[in-house]
């Protein structure tokens, strides 16, 4: 089995900055893209930023300049390091990652559970 698991999340208030982590688990392979998206109650999932096994990244442009989204190959794990945070940033944010189990198993997408982030004063 395959677990994303996220952590980070929390209060701050405007202006601030948060980092989120999420380490992949078991049995893997290879990993391509992983990423981070974010979702608020009544809305689509929305993507924040991804990067690739080879480090090029991706953002929306809501969080471009403010967020960065690192990842850690050797740890198999992906950070997003969010600054200048504003009340709009408010939602609960999921890791995913396309992964390989063994070369012989098609790559498939995994996400965490979610980790909640609230921007208020």
């Known amino acids: 089995q395959v677990r994303l698991v996220e952590s980070g999340g929390g209060l701050v208030q405007p202006g601030g900055s948060l980092r989120l982590t999420c380490a992949a688990s078991g049995n893997i392979f290879s990993i391509n893209a992983m990423g981070w998206y974010r979702q608020t109650p009544g809305k689509q999932r929305e993507l924040v930023a991804t990067?690739?096994?080879?480090?090029?990244?991706n953002y929306a442009g809501s969080v471009k300049d403010r967020f960065t989204i690192s990842r850690d190959n050797a740890k198999n794990t992906v950070y997003l390091q969010m600054n200048s945070l504003k009340p709009e940033d408010t939602a609960v944010y999921y890791c995913?990652?396309?992964?390989?189990?063994?070369?012989?198993?098609?790559?498939?997408?995994?996400w965490g559970q979610g980790t909640q982030v609230t921007v208020s004063s």
């Open positions: 995913n990652a396309g992964i390989r189990r063994s070369i012989r198993v098609p790559e498939s997408v995994y």
């Open positions: 990067v690739t096994s080879d480090g090029n990244t």
